[in-house]
């Protein structure tokens, strides 16, 4: 059973369009997340939803939008690609507990390629 | 603000020999957490070991310990018994109380396993 899947895993698009990745986690967790990992592997939180609200926000663009319909799902819409938005994004999802995260699952990956 | 330090960005170590991968951190704050991380060159982002600061002792799982000294600020990874299977990036990663479970990553640690 796959904990953390996220679709499409590949996305290939023209610089300007507006695509949508989607994430579901069938852990019970309430938190989830949206990371971007750059061509240098760097790993950046951009958003974060617990039980459907919007706990962080990171100094990411407008024209990327995050929902999160329930809190087993967490979508990343974003408007009017541009190459620099090429990279791989990973949803995570963590239970919350007294003292913090003990740890995060990971989605897959999907590698955004904007031409 | 917090802050994760990987110094070693590409390391070696031969098959059935221990390797540690270094990580130092930077936080105020008293309560925090800290991560390891797995990425095989597949892209897949795996949870290896979870530390606490107010953990007494150190964390183990299988062949993965973690090294961790309050007074340094270091949180290193050691690898007992390398296999080829180990050879990755490896991150690290470090929560803080009151960050609303916000983890940010180290740079990264690229570790060959040499037959």
């Known amino acids: 059973d796959t904990a953390v899947s996220q679709t499409p895993k590949y996305l290939v698009t023209q610089m300007g369009n507006d695509k949508s990745i989607k994430c579901e986690q069938n852990?019970?967790?309430?938190?989830m997340y949206w990371y971007k990992q750059d061509s240098k592997k760097f790993l950046k939180i951009m958003f974060s939803?617990?039980?459907?609200?919007?706990?962080i926000n990171e100094t990411v663009p407008n024209r990327f939008s995050p929902k999160s319909p329930d809190k087993a799902h967490l979508n990343l819409h974003i408007n009017s690609l541009e190459l620099g938005d090429s990279a791989v994004y990973f949803c995570?999802?963590?239970?919350?507990?007294?003292?913090?995260?003990?740890?995060?699952?990971f989605g897959p990956g999907t590698r955004l390629t904007v031409t | 603000a917090q802050k994760i330090t990987q110094t070693q960005p590409g390391m070696f170590v031969q098959e059935k020999e221990a390797v540690t991968l270094d990580c130092t951190y930077d936080t105020s704050d008293p309560s925090y957490g800290l991560f390891w991380y797995k990425q095989p060159s597949s892209g897949e982002m795996i949870f290896l070991i979870y530390?606490?600061?107010?953990?007494?002792q150190n964390a183990t799982e299988g062949r993965y310990s973690l090294n961790f000294q309050k007074a340094r600020k270091s949180a290193n990874l050691v690898i007992s018994a390398s296999q080829l299977g180990d050879s990755a990036m490896y991150f690290c990663?470090?929560?803080?109380?009151?960050?609303?479970?916000?983890?940010?990553f180290g740079t990264g640690t690229k570790l060959q396993v040499i037959p």
């Open positions: 995570a999802s963590s239970l919350p507990r007294g003292g913090g995260i003990r740890e995060q699952y």
């Open positions: 852990l019970g967790h309430d938190t």
């Open positions: 530390q606490g600061s107010y953990d007494q």
């Open positions: 990663a470090m929560r803080v109380s009151g960050g609303y479970q916000k983890v940010t």
């Open positions: 939803y617990n039980n459907k609200e919007l706990i």
